[in-house]
């Protein structure tokens, strides 16, 4: 692996090496891109959303996407989201089934006056507003089973990690090397 970048996020994601439990929801609605670097790398994947969609509601849909450690169709696919906010970042142990579950489960919120509202997490620009605002419960349901939520900064030199211990929310930035961003 050539670019810094790369290897420091493989070193936040995998530190103690191979491990399935590094996932991306990436936001197909983002760019008419993704689904088809998604084919071209061969990576699994899973719709968010579910039952029988229309082609114009699949190609927008959101999907949950496995990583690989030390993969070359994982970097390919970071390499093209990275700085494109294409979705966030997860980090959960769980089967796939009960990662997509949980994730569905939160996909629909309801307003104050009932009505049904998608809520659009997988997007870097909600999550990263949305979960300081959250209380201890709120963020226990919206974390569910998963360890770590991590989604690029504006700059996309920087990446942010969100967990959640018994206090509440915690937050760390870890900074990328800029210079290997120009590659």
């Known amino acids: 692996?050539?670019?810094?970048?790369?290897?420091?996020?493989?070193?936040?994601f995998w530190p103690n090496g191979f491990k399935r439990d590094v996932w991306m929801i990436a936001d197909a609605?983002?760019?008419?891109?993704?689904?088809?670097?998604?084919a071209e790398c061969h990576m699994q994947s899973y719709c968010l959303y579910s039952g029988d969609l229309s082609p114009p509601l699949r190609a927008a849909a959101p999907y949950l996407v496995e990583?690989?450690?030390?993969?070359?169709?994982?970097?390919?696919?970071?390499?093209?989201?990275?700085g494109n906010s294409w979705g966030v970042f997860l980090k959960c142990g769980a089967h796939p089934n009960a990662v997509l579950q949980h994730l569905r489960e939160i996909l629909v919120v309801s307003e104050p006056y009932?009505?049904?509202l998608l809520f659009r997490y997988y997007d870097p620009r909600v999550l990263k507003i949305f979960l300081p605002t959250c209380h201890l419960?709120?963020?226990?349901?919206v974390f569910g089973p998963i360890e770590h939520f991590w989604v690029e900064d504006e700059e996309r030199s920087v990446i942010l990690n969100y967990h959640v211990d018994d206090t509440g929310l915690q937050y760390s930035?870890?900074?990328?090397?800029?210079?290997?961003?120009q590659d």
Do not use: H, V
């Open 114 to 116: 009932g009505k049904c």
């Open 173 to 181: 930035e870890r900074s990328l090397d800029r210079r290997s961003l």
């Open 67 to 82: 990583l690989d450690y030390d993969d070359r169709d994982t970097r390919r696919f970071l390499t093209q989201a990275w």
């Open 29 to 38: 609605a983002r760019d008419p891109q993704i689904l088809p670097t998604l």
């Open 137 to 141: 419960d709120e963020l226990r349901s």
């Open 1 to 12: 692996m050539t670019n810094s970048w790369l290897t420091q996020l493989e070193k936040l």
